[in-house]
């Protein structure tokens, strides 16, 4: 399903588009039967957009994208899963439909994840005001809490990598999704109990402790921390101690842009 398709709030000269899929069922043992919303650039393919710097639509100052030199990203995301939904996208096969204030009734009581791939600040607020109005629940990250409205911040945690930026962003109004390079007890922080240290006690459908302030949980547990995992997980830790590249508000070579938020499409 195409929820919205137009200029990205994080370089408006840029076309993207946001997809939402699993309305089926999903095969992700951490996030359990959540929806996913996959944020793509709408000309190039992610694996070419990888590539030229396309990504930066989508992903902002993210410190996971590729190195400007090596070529070599820590993130996560295997960019096989947002290849297929850019390739069923091109071929015609998603529905576009309109959002309306109140929700979709699609989502009514389902919950989903905001950003499975992509940053949620590179789509409009309003989409994720919409998405989440009847959704039993939902998941958020970003890494461009220095730059959007912060308002993402109802929906989203922050993406931090150090508790520098954890006060950082708290002072913004953010709760955090902390990532650190070892096992770490942290004050004010809980382990994410779907994680493998905390032992799967469940999973992020069941969970939603990383819903942004949109719950009155928030209020409870500040912070939620977790080891980096996934495909990146090397890398992240060989440049998390000595690499700085990504903590300046550079933009690697890419266009700024500059954030921004409204209802135009």
């Known amino acids: ?85 850019w390739n069923k996208y091109k071929r015609g096969g998603y529905e576009k439909v309109w959002l309306p204030e109140d929700g979709h009734p699609k989502f009514r009581g389902r919950s989903i994840r905001i950003g499975s791939y992509g940053d949620p600040a590179a789509v409009p607020l309003w989409v994720w005001e919409s998405i989440c109005y009847n959704t039993h629940m939902h998941t958020g990250y970003t890494h461009q809490w220095r730059d959007c409205n912060p308002a993402y911040a109802a929906f989203c945690m922050a993406s931090c990598e150090s508790e520098a930026e954890v006060a950082e962003a708290e002072a913004l109004g953010y709760r955090c999704f902390h990532v ?69 508000s550079a933009s690697h070579g890419q266009s700024t842009g500059g954030l921004v938020d409204s209802r135009e499409s």
């Open 180 to 248: 650190t390079p070892e096992n770490l007890d942290i004050q004010n922080h809980v382990l994410c109990p779907a994680s493998d240290e905390a032992g799967k006690k469940t999973t992020c459908d069941s969970c939603g402790l990383c819903a942004g302030n949109y719950s009155d949980r928030s209020a409870r547990i500040p912070h939620v921390r977790i080891t980096v995992h996934g495909r990146g997980a090397r890398l992240y830790k060989e440049n998390h101690h000595h690499d700085l590249r990504y903590s300046s």
């Open 1 to 85: 399903m195409i929820v919205w398709q137009g200029p990205s709030r994080i370089d408006p000269e840029q076309e993207v588009v946001c997809i939402v899929t699993g309305f089926t069922g999903t095969s992700n043992p951490k996030t359990g039967q959540m929806l996913q919303s996959w944020i793509l650039h709408a000309h190039h393919h992610p694996a070419a957009a990888l590539k030229s710097g396309h990504d930066y639509a989508i992903c902002g100052r993210c410190p996971h994208r590729p190195d400007p030199i090596t070529g070599k990203r820590s993130c996560y995301v295997n960019i096989m899963g947002p290849s297929q939904v």
